[in-house]
T-cell receptor
């Protein structure tokens, strides 16, 4: 069964902490994505990557960075967590090309206190 | 990117009835996709329709696409309690960026 695995289901962090959200896929997908999901706002793209060591900003990259050192792993980093980054974070992956669906992880619900 | 819009925001029907959800978008697209999300979980890909297709079926799902109206609809026939979920449309605009998602329709199937 193909999978996108997010390292934590629930996470509570303090304001100002550096937070790492990890995502691993086992499908040899080239593309990987990080979205955040908030009530009333839907899913918004934070960052994405088309290849190892490559990254592209999405719609809301401020306050975030990413790392893709290996094809199967895409990490989202909150440099200094703030309460407005409390959200559900969803990782997804897909084959390269526009006509492929995404496979999503189960999500990480992050609370910043 | 410009988010799509689903309509209605919420829908409650009896088990066995058909459920129809609509999606409107604002840009030209390569394809439009529909996803399901069960409460508090990740999204599951349901179906993809390309911009040169008008209708597509998958099991109890039927998707239509009208590029002239920039709209799509998802029909779930003979609904079941297990269909209770949020449904999102998403589209690829042809650029190098990721999918743009709508805000979703929350579907409740009453037993």
């Amino acid at each position: 069964d193909v999978k996108v695995t997010q390292s934590s289901r629930y996470l509570v962090k303090r304001t100002g902490e550096k937070v790492f959200l990890e995502c691993v896929q086992d499908m040899d997908h080239e593309n990987m994505f990080w979205y955040r999901q908030d009530p009333g706002l839907g899913l918004r793209l934070i960052y994405f990557s088309y290849d190892v060591k490559m990254k592209e900003k999405g719609d809301i990259p401020e306050g975030y960075s990413v790392s893709r050192e290996k094809k199967e792993r895409f990490s989202l980093i909150l440099e200094s967590a703030s309460t407005n980054q409390t959200s559900m974070y969803l990782c997804a992956s897909s084959y390269i090309g526009v006509n492929y669906g995404y496979t999503f992880g189960s999500g990480t619900r992050l609370t910043v206190v | 990117s410009q988010q799509g819009e689903e309509d209605p925001q919420a829908l409650s029907i009896q088990e066995g009835e058909n459920a129809t959800m609509n999606c409107s978008y604002k840009t030209s697209i390569n394809n439009l996709q529909w996803y399901r999300q069960n409460s508090g979980r990740g999204l599951v890909h349901l179906i993809l329709i390309r911009s040169n297709e008008r209708e597509k079926h998958s099991g109890r799902l039927r998707v239509t696409l009208d590029t002239s109206k920039k709209s799509s609809s998802l029909l779930i026939t003979a609904s079941r309690a297990a269909d209770t979920a949020s449904y999102f449309c998403a589209y690829s605009g042809g650029g190098a960026d990721g999918l743009t998602f709508g805000k979703g329709t929350h579907l409740i199937i009453q037993p």
